[in-house]
Nanobody, 122 residues
Framework: VQLQASGGGLVQAGGSVRLSCVAS????????MGWFRQLPGKEREFVAG???????KFADFAEGRFTISRDNSKNTAYLQMNDLKPDDTATYYC????WGSGSEVAEEYDDWGQGTQVTVSS
């Protein structure tokens, strides 16, 4: 599938942002989805995952603040981020893997979106 991420922008600390990831090319009902982020000069890191059977998992820093969801009728996945902190400033990527588990391992994903920038000001 082709993925298009959007929804990033500039937000104040404590604020919220919802990222969207639209899949095209085929239905993503059978796809596990993942969200990753990359901070400047750092490795890409796992944020949240949603398996094709809708089991979710989160990185420790995201637990309790972020939620992951999807609307299969719209072929769209979402990452709702609340109580944002300046340390959350990064480029956020969505990724998909057919029959995926929502893994925290980036290499298990086949398709990636182009990334959307989130900047959190203090």
């Amino acid at each position: 599938v082709q993925l298009q991420a959007s929804g990033g922008g500039l937000v104040q600390a404590g604020g919220s942002v919802r990222l969207s990831c639209v899949a095209s090319g085929r239905s993503f009902t059978n796809y596990g989805m993942g969200w990753f982020r990359q901070l400047p000069g750092k490795e890409r890191e796992f944020v949240a995952g949603d398996s094709w059977m809708h089991a979710t998992k989160f990185a420790d820093f995201a637990e309790g603040r972020f939620t992951i969801s999807r609307d299969n009728s719209k072929n769209t996945a979402y990452l709702q981020m609340n109580d944002l902190k300046p340390d959350d400033t990064a480029t956020y990527y969505c990724a998909a893997a057919r029959w995926g588990s929502g893994s925290e391992v980036a290499e298990e994903y086949d398709d990636w979106g182009q990334g959307t920038q989130v900047t959190v000001s203090s």
